[in-house]
């Protein structure tokens, strides 16, 4: 079955600090995609980065990373230098590529940034 | 504007009562998905489509039923509604292959 964990509900970090998210996944199907959301108080879902599974680098997105470890199965996101804005929901979710397309979320990580 | 619009944005209904929740994309997207989010438990799929007249469950398709008639709208059918539907409700669409999902605003629906 597929399957995306997140382990931390919640977590603290210092203003312009790096901060690493963590996410694990299970598929036994060897095309997929990885995909990290932010969601702000305010409500809204706003995509932030993607890993497919044949990448061979790590994604980047500006100060976010995605750290891929394949043989872990895990799909770790890093902000580098935190900021006040980044306070948010932030979900982890999997797409596989056969079989029907269905996208699963894990249940989420709050991060707070502290001043 | 590139957008998924979802209407209502906020809805109280009482037990039983049919409602239907509108979503509506305009970026041509084969795949449109309907996720609810509950506390806890992060965001669950409904039912997607992969494209017009095709459609499939979700992890939680009890209780609701989805249509695909054109290609740009993907309304979720709650029949009759109960309390434990009461949830902030997402649709998202994608192009098949590329995979990121743009999402709606959300609709937050309580079940009296």
């Known amino acids: 079955a597929q399957k995306i964990t997140q382990t931390q509900p919640g977590m603290f970090v210092q203003e312009k600090e790096a901060v690493t998210l963590d996410c694990t996944y299970d598929?036994?199907?060897?095309?997929?995609?990885l995909f990290w959301y932010k969601q702000p108080s305010s409500g809204e879902m706003i995509f932030l980065i993607y890993?497919?599974?044949?990448?061979?680098q790590n994604a980047t997105e500006g100060r976010y990373s995605l750290n891929f470890q394949k043989a872990r199965k895990s799909a770790n996101l890093v902000i580098s230098a935190s900021q006040l804005g980044d306070s948010a929901m932030y979900f982890c979710a999997m797409r596989t590529n056969t079989g029907g397309f269905k996208t699963i979320f894990g249940a989420g990580t709050r991060l707070f940034v502290k001043a | 504007e590139a957008q998924v619009t979802q209407n209502p944005r906020y809805l109280i209904t009482v037990t039983g009562k049919k409602l239907t929740v509108t979503c509506s994309q305009n970026m041509n997207h084969e795949y449109m998905s309907w996720y609810r989010q509950d506390p806890g438990l992060g965001l669950r799929q409904i039912y997607y489509?992969?494209?017009?007249?095709?459609?499939d469950k979700g992890d939680v398709p009890e209780g609701y039923k989805v249509s695909r008639k054109e290609k740009r709208n993907f309304p979720l059918i709650l029949e009759s509604p109960s309390p434990n539907q009461t949830s902030l409700y997402f649709c998202a669409s994608s192009f098949l292959f590329t995979g990121e999902l743009f999402f709606g605003e959300g609709s937050r629906l309580t079940v009296l």
């Open positions: 598929t036994s199907d060897p095309s997929y995609g």
């Open positions: 489509s992969m494209n017009v007249e095709v459609t």
């Open positions: 890993q497919g599974s044949y990448d061979q």
